[in-house]
Nanobody
Framework: VQLVESGGGMVQPGGSLRLSCAASGFTFSSYGMSWVRQAPRKGPEWVSGINTGGRTYYADSVKGRFTISRDNAKNTLHLQMNNLKPEDTALYFC????????????RGQGTQVTVSS
């Protein structure tokens, strides 16, 4: 299993970023996928997930601002993040979900998102 995130960076409050995750080494379409983030000195926080049928789920903290999507033909997961806030600053991981979308058995190396003026 290999998950490689990209698209992070530094943005001002109110800005947007689009994260991508390239998946390989497993049958991507057969797994739910999620994004998890970890801010400095805090534990991991589940952000958003998408099941094999394409149904999407969001943490309350990002609902209405973030959009998760998947392209099974390209084995790619995306997270469109709009109206970013300083509290969104974290290392964002793409994860392969297991029994629930919030549980996972594999993750990438992460991509840093920093929201600051």
């Amino acid at each position: 299993v290999q998950l490689v995130e990209s698209g992070g960076g530094m943005v001002q409050p109110g800005g947007s970023l689009r994260l991508s995750c390239a998946a390989s080494g497993f049958t991507f379409s057969s797994y739910g996928m999620s994004w998890v983030r970890q801010a400095p000195r805090k534990g991991p926080e589940w952000v958003s997930g998408i099941n094999t049928g394409g149904r999407t789920y969001y943490a309350d903290s990002v609902k209405g601002r973030f959009t998760i999507s998947r392209d099974n033909a390209k084995n790619t997961l995306h997270l469109q993040m709009n109206n970013l806030k300083p509290e969104d600053t974290a290392l964002y991981f793409c994860v392969r979900s297991t029994s629930t979308l919030a549980d996972y058995d594999s993750r990438g190396q992460g991509t840093q998102v920093t929201v600051s003026s």
